[in-house]
């Protein structure tokens, strides 16, 4: 009984005509990449985000590497 009374409530609510709650179309006041811990405008960003990105991803492979070369005791 339950079950059905909660159901016929759920799909009388209509997500679709409620309004934005947001006065900014970035839905925060400060604007875009402000929520963000680094500034990807500055000149330096693609060096370090390709950097991040190649040690993140060949360290797993170089420590197999080292793991596998390495002598047995």
Same mark, same amino acid.
């Given at each position: 009984?339950?079950?059905?009374?909660? $159901?016929?409530?759920?799909?009388?609510?209509?997500?679709?005509?409620?309004?934005?709650? +947001? %006065?900014? /179309?970035?839905?925060?006041?400060?604007?875009?990449?402000?929520?963000?811990?680094?500034?990807?405008? $500055?000149?330096?960003?693609?060096?370090?985000?390709?950097?991040?990105?190649?040690?993140? +991803? %060949?360290? /797993?492979?170089?420590?197999?590497?080292?793991?596998?070369?390495?002598?047995?005791?």
């Amino acid at each position: 009984m339950n079950a059905r009374i909660a $159901s016929r409530a759920i799909a009388r609510r209509g997500f679709h005509t409620s309004r934005a709650q +947001f %006065s900014s /179309p970035y839905h925060y006041p400060e604007g875009p990449r402000s929520n963000i811990p680094f500034n990807p405008k $500055s000149k330096w960003f693609p060096f370090a985000y390709w950097g991040f990105m190649a040690t993140g +991803f %060949s360290l /797993p492979f170089a420590i197999s590497v080292w793991q596998t070369l390495k002598p047995r005791d």
